[in-house]
């Protein structure tokens, strides 16, 4: 259906996005953008790949802990549950 299409092109543009600012995680306008997408599209919880792909070169900032912190980790980031519950950053 239309929406499904539209659902996938959403996604597309986000996972665009995130490895665009990638390279910026540690700086106040990325996490101003990442504070939108979660707010605005729930990427905490619909698009987690492409979240920690965006985050994971940054494992040892607190600034990753702060974003595990809104995750729960499933699957093949069940690894980073131990950052969640420890708040310290992976090493």
């Known amino acids: 259906s239309q929406s499904v299409q539209v659902l996938k092109v959403v996604d597309q ?51 990753f802990v702060r974003l595990v912190h809104l995750l729960t980790p499933a699957g093949r980031w069940l690894f980073l549950a131990g950052v969640k519950k420890t708040g310290s950053p992976l090493s």
């Open 13 to 63: 543009s986000i996972k665009a996005l995130l490895q665009a600012i990638s390279p910026y995680f540690l700086l106040r306008p990325a996490h101003k953008v990442l504070e939108f997408l979660i707010r605005s599209y729930a990427v905490h919880e619909h698009n987690v790949d492409d979240l920690l792909a965006c985050a994971l070169p940054f494992h040892a900032t607190p600034q």
